[in-house]
């Protein structure tokens, strides 16, 4: 933002009034036009970010700049997504700096992989009130970078957010949302700060990521489908809306500590997530799994437990598969939060332990079966890489393939996956590695120039 209009610009009721005749325009109501003229508020709003140096901030719906004003000059990098035609040009003129980066689109459209790797991403906007819940949906979601989101919502929907277990408000999106976030109702705002005035009162919550250590690890799907049935009739009582749990009832009901006549609002965000784990057991990495111990020369020795191995740093076998679609993108596993090694980092499309008695090439169709859900297509051996710390004292051998999609991956090994263009992850590998699988990393040279 220049100097000039850093210091001009400040939007006050008048000020958004002048900037809207400017424009020979009047606030449109289907696309949630509300614009904040409490310079105050837009202050203590922004401050709830706690912008640091290197921060990437990402504001949805930036209209007249009531946020954007202070976001320019606090952000290292300032990503502005505005649906309004009218006001885009206002915007590219008002904010125009390197560091400004202006997408004319609707933020339900917006491509998240173009978040990753440029800084830690905090999310902000007085959202448009129309799309609210999908715009959450999309924003929070595993495939969003942001460690925290700070929004301005109708005061109904951030109470649903942020309800306490029993309340009225409290149900299926409190308890979804609410598991891999920790969700604040930071302050209620009255309808006279915006202009014009909607019919309905606001509130700005806040919603922090949760670290691994805050969540359960379980079947997501399968947690998401029991709450969803659950909720689905209020005043039902569980078992009956659960039918197929109904022989295990008593027990389950007693293991979680709840009522065996007990109602979907009574149970706590952690009674939800005991009751999955119980119900539908996740598969998780057990250390008695074996692999085949071999020497420097590859040779096999003998087979020892997962948990030997590993623990004795003998060398072992794994596979790494790029899989690649037609564009020439290469798909990216996100790790799930539950894998013992690199858990949350951003890997090959799939990756295994050779069991023992298996050769590589069968246990590469054999992952890409098991954690992307797809019947193996033909592989090209495209390079190995020798045991060192770095692999894990893993001798493994590295292959490509081609698949658009769709996969089915594994919940409990996948966090999230997507196609990302190759120029794309070598910058973002260059900015921040500490992003990928160290071995990721040096799978990454093998692919060469070309995809
Ligand atoms: N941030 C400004 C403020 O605080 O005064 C404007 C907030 S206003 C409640 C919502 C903004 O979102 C408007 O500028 C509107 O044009 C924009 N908007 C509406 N639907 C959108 C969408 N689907 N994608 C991106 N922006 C959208």
Known sequence: MTAKNATTLSMT??????????????????????????????????????????????????????????LAPAASRLTLIEKDARLVPRLRRVFSSDHITIHHTDALEFDLRALWGHGPVKIIGNLPYYISSPLIAKYASALSPA????????????QRLGAACGSKDYGAMTICVGRRWDIRLARKLPAAVFHPRPKVDS??????????????????????????????????????????????????????????????????LFQWESLTRLASPAA?????????????????????????VHV?????????????????????????LWKDRNPG??????????????????????ELTEELGIPSPPLTRIGRLTPCETTGWEFIEVYRTTHNGPFHPAPMELETG????????????????ADFSPVFLQCLPLIGTGA
């Open 345 to 366: 980092l951003w890997d090959s499309s799939a990756a295994g332990h050779v069991d023992s008695g298996e050769d590589y090439t069968t246990a590469a169709s054999r």
């Open 418 to 433: 997507a196609f990302f263009p190759l120029s794309h992850i070598r910058q973002w590998a260059t900015r921040s590695p």
């Open 284 to 308: 998780a990495q057990h250390g008695t799994e074996l692999f085949d111990v071999v020497d420097e020369n590859d040779h096999v020795l003998r087979a020892e437990t997962r948990e030997t």
């Open 203 to 268: 509130a700005v919550i806040t919603m922090r990521r949760k670290s691994r250590d805050e969540i359960q690890p379980l079947d997501e799907v399968a947690f998401e489908s029991l709450v969803r049935r659950g909720f689905s009739a209020r005043r039902k009582q569980l078992h009956n809306l659960l039918p197929d749990l109904r022989p295990q009832w008593d027990s389950l009901s007693s293991q979680i500590g709840i009522r065996t006549d007990a109602r979907a609002e009574d149970l706590s």
């Open 147 to 158: 460690s925290i989101l700070v929004l301005t919502l109708q005061l109904e929907l951030a």
């Open 13 to 70: 009721l008048s000020e958004t009034k002048r900037a809207l005749e400017e424009l020979g325009t009047e606030p449109t109501k289907s696309l949630g036009q509300n614009f904040l003229h409490d310079q105050n508020l837009a202050r203590s709003i922004v401050s709830l970010l706690d912008i640091q140096p290197g921060d990437h901030i990402v504001e949805i719906g930036s209209g007249l700049g009531a946020l954007t004003e202070l």
């Open 312 to 336: 004795n740093n003998f060398l072992h076998r794994a596979v790494h598969m790029l899989v690649f679609n037609d564009h020439g993108e290469l798909f990216l596993q996100k790790r799930s």
